[in-house]
């Protein structure tokens, strides 16, 4: 018995002697990535219109907040609504065509089989969905005179397929928050592409989507023709999707300048991001290296179409 006690003290002690100096250059890079990023997206949110309007203090993670993401999308496509941000509780809705939409504050919303209700995931721990909803109504300082809507972006459904699903009336499907009341009649939202060719017919239904595509025979990939001399082909798979950015000359690939790996719940956002009348993609490559820079709307892109990048080649690619 004491023999088999001090085996696991000296596993343990290995397990600890291997793992710890990964542990410490992990949290190095973190530290090194935070230093270096923090001031750039402190300085993106400073010139953004949510802290001209409302003078919240900068958090780590308000970049990616929903608030944020849609209300400057709101502003720069003049949606005609009422944002209103409580002084009681910092909380935060919109109220649009006469429908009040509130943002959730979890992080995925599933369908459990066993006890046949929805439930949210709120930091790891996961609640009844009705449950974490009733605590969001009671945020609001009035009672609500008009519907009431939880603005749900697709991609916090981990279930691929959303059609025949029962759910809640309360809920909004959108497909992001920076386009939100945009082709929302399309059924391409409530699905998220398993292959190529899913992805590909995706496309075919996505007004003011730019350039000329096509699937491959084998179905494997789509080829895109969005610039001038360059070509864009995606790839679309359960385990990786691909992007791979190159240069195109006389019907076939020059030289690549970048490439990467969205989840197939970010594919077709990406598609839409970079692809999308008005969007536009910057990237830079070197002789031994690219890098995707900024993909969205043109409007928000912190780059010059006349940027000078001394290393190599700089795009500054726009969709028309």
């Known amino acids: 018995m004491n023999k088999l006690k001090w085996c696991k003290k000296i596993l343990i002690a290995l397990a600890v002697v291997i793992l710890l100096p990964l542990i410490i250059v992990g949290v190095t890079i973190a530290g090194i990535y935070a230093l270096f990023q923090t001031p750039k997206d402190k300085k993106e949110y400073k010139k953004s219109r949510y802290y001209a309007d409302f003078k919240q203090k900068f958090t780590m993670d308000i970049l990616n907040s929903p608030e944020y993401r849609f209300y400057n999308s709101a502003v720069r496509r003049n949606l005609q609504l009422k944002y209103i941000k409580q002084e009681s509780n910092g909380f935060e809705y919109f109220i649009y065509n006469e429908t009040i939409y509130l943002f959730p504050d979890f992080e995925q919303i599933d369908f459990d089989e066993n006890k046949k209700y929805w439930q949210v995931d709120c930091d790891g721990d996961w609640k009844p969905f009705d449950e974490c909803y009733d605590k969001l109504l009671d945020k609001l300082d009035k009672t609500a005179i008009y519907p009431v809507k939880l603005l749900v972006e697709r991609k916090m459904f981990p279930i691929l397929n959303l059609n025949g699903k029962d759910i809640p009336n309360c809920i909004f499907v959108t497909w992001n928050y920076e386009n939100v009341f945009e082709n929302e009649e399309s059924p391409s939202k409530m699905l998220i592409p ?7 017919e995706m496309m075919l239904q996505t007004p003011n989507l730019c350039g000329s595509f096509e699937l491959t025979d084998d179905g494997e990939k789509i080829m895109w023709h969005l610039y001038e001399n360059i070509m864009i082909e995606i790839g679309v798979d359960p385990s990786a999707c691909y992007f791979g950015v190159s240069e195109w000359s006389l019907g076939k690939i020059e030289s690549g300048i970048t490439h990467w790996h969205p989840s197939i719940f970010e594919v077709y956002d990406e598609v839409c991001s970079i692809g999308k009348l008005g969007s536009v993609m910057v990237l830079c490559s070197t002789a031994n290296s ?27 690619l726009e969709a028309k």
Request: charged share 25%; net charge positive; with cysteine.
């Open 194 to 200: 398993e292959n190529s060719k899913e992805l590909y």
């Open 290 to 316: 690219g890098a995707l820079m900024f993909y969205g709307s043109k409007a928000d892109c912190p780059y010059s179409p006349d940027k000078k990048y001394l290393l190599g080649k700089y795009y500054y």
